[in-house]
């Protein structure tokens, strides 16, 4: 384990040299990596709290750069958001979800995919015409999936009704939405509201000292009351112990993710776990 953390840490850091000793930019190395579809996702597990069984998976993007370091999401994505790369990323994301949910619609239990976003992708019409052109191509597409972006961007300053435009196209497409890293951010409850978000996960710095801090402990229970009041289903992330996991289940959050149920994963490792623990 940490000889892997120590290889990987040291992969990263050396890309990272290359962009700033050699000054090759990062912009072009990314197009690079567009062209070449160097970008993939691994999949995390969702989790119902009270059972166990899988439930769902985050996708959550890598990026396998030619001197085969896979690169973690932090070294990249500020970059491509700011450049607006992301939006041809996140469309090719999408494409290999759809082909993988095509090699996984033969499980008797199936799960939903969950796909990152950013609140401003979603209040731009062109990008929002492009992910519906994707859901009529893959159909499998058009359910069992959800989009989640994050309550830290921001998105008050966004137009709030050309993002609840966008929301709309897209749930006219089957598309559900879940609101990230809720209670790290800046989202009035009115904004939450008219928003209407299906899903709330909530942070994990919440629940990382829910266990060990008693005003963490509570400020938990009020987030958790916050969603139960907007019907929401909740979702509580970062789960790492057992003691979090009982904590979270005791406040009626129903589904978890997090490093003690597992850790994300290659598709093809997904589907062979998922088929044991889709289960109760
Ligand atoms: P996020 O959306 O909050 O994703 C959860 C992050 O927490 C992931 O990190 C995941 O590996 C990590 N995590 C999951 N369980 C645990 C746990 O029990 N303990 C701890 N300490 N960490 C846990 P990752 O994969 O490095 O992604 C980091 C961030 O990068 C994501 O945070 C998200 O904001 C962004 N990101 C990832 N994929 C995409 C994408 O496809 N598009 C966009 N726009 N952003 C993405
Ligand atoms: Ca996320
Ligand atoms: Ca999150
Ligand atoms: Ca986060």
């Given at each position: 384990?940490i000889?892997?953390?120590?290889a990987?840490?040291?992969?990263i850091?050396?890309?990272?040299?290359?962009?700033?000793f050699?000054?090759?930019?990062?912009?072009?190395?990314?197009?690079?990596?567009?062209?070449?579809?160097?970008?993939?996702?691994?999949?995390q597990?969702?989790?119902?709290?009270?059972t166990?069984?899988?439930i769902g998976?985050?996708?959550l993007?890598r990026?396998?750069?030619?001197?085969?370091?896979r690169?973690?999401?932090d070294?990249?994505?500020?970059?491509?958001?700011?450049?607006?790369?992301?939006?041809?990323?996140?469309?090719?994301?999408?494409?290999q979800a759809?082909?993988?949910?095509?090699?996984?619609?033969?499980i008797?239990?199936?799960f939903?995919?969950?796909i990152?976003?950013?609140?401003?992708?979603?209040?731009?019409p062109?990008f929002?015409?492009?992910?519906?052109e994707?859901l009529?191509?893959?159909p499998l597409?058009?359910?069992?999936?959800?989009?989640?972006?994050?309550?830290?961007?921001?998105?008050?300053?966004t137009d709030v009704?050309?993002?609840?435009?966008g929301?709309?196209a897209?749930?006219?497409?089957?598309?559900k939405?879940?609101?990230?890293?809720?209670?790290?951010g800046?989202?009035?409850?009115?904004?939450?509201?008219?928003?209407?978000?299906?899903?709330i996960?909530?942070d994990r710095?919440?629940?990382?000292?829910?266990?060990?801090?008693?005003?963490?402990?509570?400020?938990?229970?009020?987030?958790?009351?916050i969603?139960?009041?907007?019907?929401?289903?909740l979702?509580?992330e970062?789960?790492?112990t057992?003691e979090q996991?009982?904590?979270?289940?005791?406040?009626?959050?129903?589904?978890?993710?997090?490093?003690f149920?597992?850790?994300?994963?290659?598709?093809?490792?997904?589907?062979?776990?998922f088929?044991?623990?889709?289960?109760?």
């Amino acid at each position: 384990g940490i000889l892997l953390i120590v290889a990987n840490a040291f992969g990263i850091s050396l890309l990272v040299h290359c962009f700033f000793f050699k000054r090759v930019p990062l912009y072009t190395e990314i197009q690079k990596g567009i062209y070449n579809r160097e970008f993939y996702a691994e999949y995390q597990p969702i989790v119902s709290a009270q059972t166990g069984q899988w439930i769902g998976a985050e996708l959550l993007v890598r990026w396998l750069h030619p001197k085969k370091k896979r690169v973690m999401p932090d070294e990249f994505i500020p970059a491509a958001e700011k450049s607006g790369q992301i939006n041809e990323i996140t469309l090719q994301l999408i494409e290999q979800a759809a082909q993988d949910k095509a090699r996984a619609v033969l499980i008797d239990n199936p799960f939903y995919l969950s796909i990152n976003v950013t609140a401003s992708m979603i209040a731009s019409p062109l990008f929002v015409g492009s992910v519906i052109e994707l859901l009529k191509r893959y159909p499998l597409m058009q359910s069992g999936v959800v989009m989640e972006f994050s309550e830290r961007e921001n998105f008050s300053n966004t137009d709030v009704s050309l993002l609840q435009n966008g929301m709309q196209a897209l749930r006219d497409h089957g598309i559900k939405w879940a609101l990230d890293d809720f209670g790290t951010g800046y989202a009035g409850l009115s904004t939450l509201q008219a928003l209407s978000f299906e899903i709330i996960k909530i942070d994990r710095a919440f629940v990382a000292a829910s266990v060990t801090d008693s005003v963490t402990h509570s400020i938990l229970g009020n987030i958790a009351q916050i969603g139960h009041t907007l019907n929401c289903q909740l979702i509580a992330e970062g789960v790492e112990t057992q003691e979090q996991a009982q904590h979270v289940q005791s406040l009626n959050i129903q589904n978890c993710q997090g490093f003690f149920y597992a850790r994300p994963m290659p598709f093809e490792r997904f589907l062979a776990k998922f088929k044991i623990h889709s289960t109760p």
